[in-house]
């Protein structure tokens, strides 16, 4: 039997970066309802207009209150995709219930204090909560993961970042595939600059994160008011792996002699692919399938969305 999923907050991605007739996979409704291993129920949302603009669209049924939804239905899985003020009380109050999984859109709370309260209540309840820092679930990124650990590139030499839209919002994208390819290696960081570019309350900081082994990696906020940039630089010792346009397109690049100048060695691009980031939200529909149905481990764990959620707070701490 499909497992029956509610979607709190009809919103951009919970419901409006797609339709049914798009190619790719944008949005929660999108996932679970193309998924067959799901039954999309339908979607709470404080105002009325965008949750029944969101059934039509997506088919199911428009819930007043989260409440009312389970008294209605029967309810396996929730997404929660309201704005990010809300993470928190609503994460607090799914806990009510009898769930098989949550999944929560990012960052996991607003504070370390929040997070630590969702972290115990999820555990004690032994709700499954995922988080979607969406770059896990995608298949091109994760060979890339398994090559850095297997040492394949050797060792990591330093790196680069560029992002916008508030360091806990956008960010911590960025921090969280810091974490993901690198491990947890951080010592120390120097905060450099901010701007607020989106939400007063978290502005996007730039600042240079040192780890243990001398390596390290530079955070730059570029003003999203500008333009829309997300990409991610990360060199070795025999390869440069490069991630642009949002982390749809991945270049890498080899250690080769310079064929110019004797003695020199250059990076050369080798490669250079198209990733499936525009259907990740189905690779993570899929993953929590996996995980309900055969024991899958989680690809975004709520630890992994607090790992990055307290690498934030330091980087905010530092600088203010």
Same mark, same amino acid.
């Given at each position: 039997?499909?497992?029956?999923?509610?979607?709190?907050?009809?919103? @951009?991605? %919970?419901?409006?970066?797609?339709?049914?007739?798009?190619?790719?996979?944008? /949005?929660?409704?999108?996932? +679970?309802?193309?998924?067959?291993?799901?039954?999309?129920?339908?979607?709470?949302?404080?105002?009325?207009?965008?949750?029944?603009?969101?059934?039509?669209?997506?088919?199911?049924?428009? +819930? @007043?209150?989260?409440?009312?939804?389970?008294?209605?239905? $029967?309810?396996?899985?929730?997404?929660?995709? !309201?704005?990010?003020?809300?993470?928190?009380?609503?994460?607090?109050? #799914?806990?009510?219930?009898?769930?098989?999984? !949550?999944?929560?859109?990012?960052?996991?709370?607003?504070?370390?204090?929040?997070?630590?309260?969702?972290?115990?209540?999820?555990?004690?309840?032994?709700?499954? #909560?995922?988080?979607?820092?969406?770059?896990?679930? !995608?298949?091109?990124?994760?060979?890339?993961?398994?090559?850095?650990?297997?040492?394949?590139?050797?060792?990591?030499?330093?790196?680069?970042?560029?992002?916008?839209?508030?360091?806990?919002?956008?960010?911590?994208?960025? *921090?969280?595939? =810091? $974490?993901?390819?690198?491990?947890? *290696? #951080?010592?120390?960081? !120097?905060?450099?600059?901010?701007?607020?570019?989106?939400?007063?309350?978290?502005?996007?900081?730039?600042?240079?994160?040192?780890?243990?082994?001398?390596? @390290?990696? =530079?955070?730059?906020? =570029?003003?999203?008011?500008?333009? /829309?940039? +997300?990409?991610?630089?990360?060199?070795?010792?025999?390869?440069?792996?490069?991630?642009?346009?949002?982390?749809?397109?991945?270049?890498?690049?080899?250690?080769?002699? @310079?064929?110019?100048?004797?003695?020199?060695?250059?990076? =050369?691009?080798?490669?250079?692919?198209?990733?499936?980031?525009?259907?990740?939200?189905?690779?993570?529909?899929?993953?929590?399938?996996?995980?309900?149905?055969?024991?899958?481990?989680?690809?975004?764990?709520?630890?992994? %969305?607090?790992?990055?959620?307290?690498?934030?707070?330091?980087?905010?701490?530092?600088?203010?």
């Amino acid at each position: 039997m499909p497992f029956n999923v509610l979607i709190t907050g009809a919103g @951009s991605i %919970g419901a409006f970066y797609d339709s049914p007739s798009s190619d790719m996979v944008l /949005t929660h409704a999108h996932a +679970f309802r193309k998924h067959e291993g799901f039954r999309l129920v339908g979607f709470v949302d404080v105002d009325a207009r965008n949750a029944q603009k969101a059934v039509s669209l997506w088919g199911g049924a428009v +819930f @007043s209150s989260v409440e009312q939804a389970f008294r209605q239905e $029967h309810i396996d899985i929730v997404c929660v995709c !309201v704005p990010d003020d809300h993470h928190y009380p609503v994460l607090k109050e #799914l806990c009510r219930y009898p769930l098989k999984m !949550v999944f929560a859109e990012k960052p996991l709370a607003k504070t370390l204090g929040q997070a630590e309260e969702i972290l115990r209540m999820y555990r004690d309840k032994n709700i499954p #909560l995922a988080i979607n820092y969406t770059r896990r679930f !995608v298949p091109e990124l994760e060979t890339i993961k398994k090559h850095v650990e297997a040492g394949a590139y050797g060792k990591f030499v330093t790196g680069s970042g560029f992002y916008g839209k508030g360091l806990l919002h956008n960010g911590s994208h960025m *921090i969280d595939l =810091v $974490h993901y390819f690198l491990g947890d *290696i #951080l010592k120390s960081i !120097v905060p450099i600059s901010s701007v607020a570019d989106y939400y007063p309350d978290d502005k996007s900081i730039s600042a240079i994160l040192q780890f243990h082994d001398t390596s @390290s990696f =530079v955070l730059n906020h =570029v003003d999203c008011r500008l333009f /829309t940039l +997300f990409e991610m630089d990360l060199f070795f010792e025999r390869r440069r792996i490069r991630m642009t346009d949002l982390g749809f397109t991945l270049e890498e690049y080899d250690v080769q002699d @310079s064929e110019a100048f004797a003695g020199y060695r250059n990076i =050369v691009k080798v490669r250079q692919e198209q990733t499936s980031l525009g259907n990740a939200l189905y690779y993570a529909a899929e993953n929590i399938h996996e995980h309900l149905t055969n024991g899958a481990p989680l690809r975004c764990t709520v630890q992994d %969305g607090y790992k990055a959620l307290e690498t934030c707070m330091k980087i905010r701490e530092q600088y203010e």
